[in-house]
């Protein structure tokens, strides 16, 4: 851990693992640095991946780990705390005491998903409560599916699963009732609307069953969508001076994110950034992708950087010997 790498990669998901598999591969000195907290861990199966469709996330991981270190990286357990600039480089903390030195970041630490504070969500969250329909959908297909309002987006929602299933429901739990054109949308879709405030999410156990409402009434349900607000985990690149900024869909603010360039550079020299920590809306493929271009980036940098220093040092060894072997009292070129 005392070493100087090429880069550090903070966090091992799908984006830093991608990022570190494609320097590893460039023969750059890569050290992963990953917390074990995946934010898909809830999830029994991950979509969308094409070729690993239906893959468990920790396979995917354990898979992108032995790449890596196949190719010379290093993969180690721990929390990055904080980064400090030190020379033309960055001196990284661990939470538990251990520095590392690195020429460049790239920071992939994800997000936090932030539930409503609803009794019994919580403890279905990846299973009976969901929020993607792109990762969760076919799953719940055809099955009786409700959507707790959190925000205007929760009528997008409504409209959106409703291609999943055809028995929807929309808790409105407290926000606006749907505007007359809303309410005449979700009839044409028959997703039903349910006034009222959610008092906690039912379950057997391990299944979700249904929402009851303040008023006691149970309605079943066979999964419940939320739309959590999605906060980036940007310790490390705010202890660099990297702030986080708000992040709006459909005119409503759904998170705050780090922001970076297409390819991953951020406004702070030498640092990058991938996956959901810059990109809130990212899924597994996506992030994944994300951290191939940041790490192509990466290189293509440090290559440039090395090309500087090496004609650096050739203009200054022919200047050496020109002023070796200039006579005495003469002036080099």
């Known amino acids: 851990m005392g070493e100087r790498y090429d880069v550090v990669v903070v966090g091992g998901g799908a984006a830093g693992l991608s990022g570190a598999l494609a320097l590893g591969r460039a023969?750059?000195?890569?050290?992963?640095?990953?917390?074990?907290?995946?934010?898909?861990a809830p999830a029994a199966e991950m979509h969308n991946y094409l070729g690993r469709d239906g893959t468990p996330p920790g396979e995917l991981l354990a898979a992108g780990r032995a790449e890596v270190v196949g190719y010379g990286g290093e993969v180690v357990s721990g929390e990055v705390v904080s980064?400090?600039?030190?020379?033309?480089?960055?001196?990284?903390?661990?939470?538990?005491g251990r520095t590392v030195a690195a020429r460049r970041l790239l920071v992939t630490t994800g997000l936090v998903d932030d539930l409503p504070d609803v009794p019994g969500l919580r403890e279905q969250w990846g299973h009976g409560v969901l929020h993607c329909p792109y990762c969760h959908g076919w799953e719940v297909r055809d099955q009786a599916i409700g959507i707790l309002a959190t925000s205007p987006m929760s009528m997008h929602q409504a409209l959106m699963w409703r291609q999943w299933s055809a028995d929807v429901t929309?808790?409105?739990?407290?926000?606006?009732?749907?505007?007359?054109?809303?309410?005449?949308?979700?009839?044409?879709r028959g997703v039903s609307v349910v006034v009222g405030e959610v008092a906690a999410v039912e379950s057997d156990g391990d299944r979700l069953t249904?929402?009851?409402?303040?008023?006691?009434?149970?309605?079943a349900r066979d999964a419940l969508v939320v739309?959590?607000?999605f906060t980036a985990r940007s310790a490390v690149p705010e202890s660099l001076g990297l702030p986080v900024e708000p992040v709006e869909a459909m005119g409503t603010?759904?998170?705050h994110a780090v922001p970076s360039t297409p390819v991953g550079s951020t406004d702070v020299p030498g640092v990058w950034v991938?996956?959901?920590?810059?990109?809130?809306?990212?899924?597994?493929?996506?992030?994944?992708?994300?951290?191939?271009?940041?790490?192509a980036g990466i290189n293509g940098e440090l290559i440039m950087e090395e090309t500087r220093l090496a004609v650096a040092a050739r203009r200054a060894a022919s200047s050496?010997?020109?002023?070796?072997?200039?006579?005495?009292?003469?002036?080099?070129?």
Do not use: C, Y
């Open 27 to 40: 023969r750059r000195s890569v050290l992963v640095v990953d917390g074990g907290e995946p934010r898909n």
């Open 83 to 96: 980064a400090a600039r030190e020379g033309d480089g960055f001196t990284v903390s661990l939470a538990d």
């Open 170 to 188: 929309l808790f409105v739990h407290g926000q606006a009732e749907p505007t007359d054109e809303e309410w005449e949308q979700l009839a044409a």
């Open 210 to 219: 249904g929402v009851r409402l303040a008023s006691g009434q149970v309605v």
């Open 227 to 229: 739309a959590p607000t």
């Open 253 to 255: 603010v759904v998170g």
């Open 274 to 295: 991938a996956g959901n920590v810059t990109d809130l809306m990212a899924q597994v493929i996506g992030a994944a992708a994300a951290g191939l271009k940041a790490g």
């Open 320 to 333: 050496a010997e020109i002023q070796v072997g200039a006579p005495a009292g003469a002036g080099a070129r």
